[in-house]
Every structure is written in C-alpha cells, then in structure tokens.
C-alpha cells in the first residue's frame, strides 16, 4: 500500500502547501516527484520537512533547508510513501503526516547559508 500526498503550489486556491512528515514505522520508502521526472529520495529514519519557498530570482523545493530543486516558476511536486506491513487502516495517517498550508503572499524566503561571510 503506498500514500501518494500532492504539494506545493495550488493555482487555484493560490495557497502553499508546505509537508511535514514525521519518523514512524509505519512508511519506509519515500520519495518526491518534481513535474520535468526529477525524483529525490526520503529518508524514513528522519524528520523531513519539504516545502516550496523562494530562492534567489525563483523558487525552491526544500527538504530539511536543503534545496533539492529550483524553477522560475512556483510548482506542484507529489510525495509517494510506501506503507510497512505495521500500517492498518485503524492508525491514522495524521500522526506522521503534518500539512501547513500558508496563502501565497505569505511564502517563506529562503537564504542558503554562506560559509564565508563578512
């Protein structure tokens, strides 16, 4: 059984939804499929944290403040999680799954971090 979770940019509520998912044992294979079939793997020992967020002159796809994709344009990605044989249908998905929708105007910044700053 596997969780497939949508993200990102919604154009149509013009809202950010931002996922949070939290180190259970109840998915052990994660990963985040970005629209142009780029794919980044999660890591089901660990917190992540994905969100979409502005970078420079565009935006970010981030997880854990690390920028795994960026684009001109504000986009929609999708999660796929793969459930473990301890996932029944009576635990609920929302003990590990966090969604944090925030209105557009409203996105975060996102400055990565300048190992030699004056």
Same mark, same amino acid.
């Given at each position: 059984?596997?969780? #497939?979770?949508? *993200?990102? +940019? &919604? ?6 939804? =931002? ?30 944290? #994905?969100?979409? *967020?502005? +970078? &420079? ?6 997880? =854990? ?11 929609d990605y999708k999660i796929t999680l793969m459930a473990t044989p301890e996932y029944n249908k009576k635990v609920n998905m929302y003990n590990f799954i966090d969604y944090d929708c925030i209105p557009y105007k409203y996105i975060r ?10």
């Amino acid at each position: 059984m596997s969780f #497939i979770i949508k *993200a990102g +940019y &919604n154009i149509v509520r013009k809202d950010i939804i =931002n996922v949070t998912l939290k180190n259970t044992p109840y998915w052990n294979k994660g990963t985040i499929y970005i629209p142009n079939g780029i794919h980044h793997e999660l890591r089901e020992n660990e917190f992540n944290e #994905i969100e979409l *967020a502005r +970078y &420079n002159a565009g935006y970010a796809i981030l997880v =854990n403040n690390n920028v795994i994709y960026d684009s001109a344009f504000p986009l929609d990605y999708k999660i796929t999680l793969m459930a473990t044989p301890e996932y029944n249908k009576k635990v609920n998905m929302y003990n590990f799954i966090d969604y944090d929708c925030i209105p557009y105007k409203y996105i975060r910044t996102f400055y990565p971090p300048y190992l030699n700053r004056i």
